[in-house]
T-cell receptor, first 113, second 116 residues
């Protein structure tokens, strides 16, 4: 079975500062990895995905993530935080031919002016 | 194109009652998955349907059931509601299987269920 662990349930950053959200995965076969964002009272929006192509993945809203097999990690970064980035972020894992997504517990991001 | 649509958006029920939640997938998508998101936690997988057949089931009791219709829309049913069933229920649809599908799931806005 696959699983992900998100380190840090809350992250607070200043506007314009680096955003770094950590995700480590566990999978016995090559994984597919995803980051989703959830704004208050809304569903999940796909930010980016790793599906065994380039290890550095660029997503929407200036976010990117790097797949590191040796570290079983898929950390999410954004060079400069914006107030609109305040939301909850979820890392998720799946494997080929299995549409089930296994989510982490989430990281809440707050952005200080 | 319309995204995944879910109805109703909010629902209040009392313990012991039954509830039906509805989901319409993105046009062309034949797979629908259901997730439960309890406040403060990540979504938990409940069911996945593809071409009207159940493909997977998470660790949920038999009070939870689902079905998929010929137009690929889906219903999630929960019987004998408990207080612990209060959650956001999310539906997701996936493009047809293939090299490009890559298990990508697109989520609706969810149905907020409160059990009193």
């Amino acid at each position: 079975a696959q699983s992900v662990t998100q380190l840090g349930s809350h992250v607070s950053v200043s506007e314009g500062a680096l955003v770094l959200l950590r995700c480590n995965y566990s999978s016995s076969v090559p994984p597919y990895l995803f980051w989703y964002v959830q704004y208050p009272n809304q569903g999940l929006q796909l930010l980016l995905k790793y599906t065994s192509a380039a290890t550095l993945v660029k997503g929407i809203n200036g976010f990117e993530a790097e797949f590191k097999k040796s570290e079983t990690s898929f950390h999410l970064t954004k060079p400069s935080a914006h107030m609109s980035d305040a939301a909850e972020y979820f890392c998720a894992v799946s494997v080929f031919n299995d549409y089930k997504l296994s989510f982490g517990a989430g990281t809440t991001v707050t952005v200080r002016a | 194109d319309a995204g995944v649509t879910q109805s109703p958006t909010h629902l209040i029920k009392t313990r012991g009652q039954h509830v039906t939640l509805r989901c319409s997938p993105i046009s062309g998508h034949k797979s629908v998955s259901w997730y439960q998101q309890v406040l403060g936690q990540g979504p938990q997988f409940i069911f996945q349907y593809y071409e009207k057949e159940e493909r997977g089931r998470g660790n949920f009791p038999d009070r939870f059931s689902a079905r998929q219709f010929p137009n690929y829309s889906s219903e999630l049913n929960v019987n004998a509601l408990l207080l612990g069933d209060s959650a956001l229920y999310l539906c997701a649809s996936s493009p047809p299987p293939g090299l490009k599908a890559k298990n990508i799931q697109y989520f609706g806005a969810g149905t907020r269920l409160s059990v009193l």
